[in-house]
């Protein structure tokens, strides 16, 4: 059962233009979300993230949206360069009352920016 | 920080044959985890450790899988036997306890044939 699940394994855009990723969740319990970038034979690497109790955080062309009433979050990149072009993860995580938050991934999109 | 570092970096192994991967987490992180990519299913956490203790090892496949964490900075995933399925890339990563935002290893391309 995907818990966090991307619907658009991939995504096309123009250089210059703006890209939007989706994610959506289905544990009402997660408050923590965090947007991954994976290159290829790489490790992800951490973008961005976003707190249950915020419904937007910016860093630079990033900006990540979470409407907590639809369970869905969304990556926005402005404008989108080619190196951009990725395979982006969605993740969550669920305060347990421990000292460790697992992460719980979605099944990535990959992002091509064409030129 | 060298970060995490994982090896071997690939792997080919002939089926029924045992297979370890090696994981060294970030020093000072005392959470780590186990995961898992494949196209279907993404990254799949397999099982994650706090303290060199294993947490929830629900996600890991059969008992076929199994992995340890002897101290602070080494912890080995292996699988016995192997088999073709169990072919995809698998990653470790580290956290801070009580962070949020884990660190990845560049992975290990395991190929069983």
């Known amino acids: 059962d995907q818990q966090v699940k991307q619907n658009s394994p991939s995504l096309s855009v123009q250089e210059g233009r703006i890209s939007i990723l989706n994610c959506d969740y289905t544990?009402?319990?997660?408050?923590?979300f965090l947007w991954y970038k994976k290159y290829p034979a790489e490790g992800p690497t951490f973008l961005i993230s976003?707190?249950?109790?915020?419904d937007k955080n910016e860093d630079g062309r990033f900006t990540v949206f979470l409407n907590k009433s639809a369970k869905h979050l969304s990556l926005h990149i402005v404008p989108s360069q080619p190196g951009d072009s990725a395979v982006y993860f969605c993740?969550?995580?669920?305060?347990?009352?421990?000292?460790?938050?697992?992460?719980?991934f979605g099944t990535g999109t990959l992002l091509a920016v064409q030129p | 920080d060298a970060g995490v570092i994982q090896s071997p970096r690939h792997e080919v192994t002939e089926m029924g044959q045992e297979v370890t991967l090696r994981c060294k987490p970030i020093?000072?992180?005392?959470?780590l985890f186990w995961y898992r990519q494949t196209m279907m299913r993404g990254l799949e956490l397999l099982i994650y450790?706090?303290?060199?203790?294993?947490?929830?090892d629900s996600g890991m496949p059969e008992d076929r899988f199994s992995a340890k964490m002897p101290n602070a900075s080494f912890s080995t995933l292996k699988i016995q036997p192997s088999e073709p399925r169990d072919s995809a890339v698998y990653f470790c990563?580290?956290?801070?306890?009580?962070?949020?935002?884990?660190?990845f290893g560049q992975g290990t391309r395991l190929t069983v044939v």
């Open positions: 990563a580290s956290s801070l306890g009580g962070g949020h935002k884990a660190f």
């Open positions: 544990n009402s319990m997660f408050d923590y």
């Open positions: 976003i707190s249950s109790i915020k």
């Open positions: 993740a969550a995580s669920e305060r347990n009352g421990g000292a460790t938050n697992k992460l719980i």
């Open positions: 020093s000072g992180h005392n959470s």
């Open positions: 450790f706090n303290n060199n203790v294993p947490i929830d």
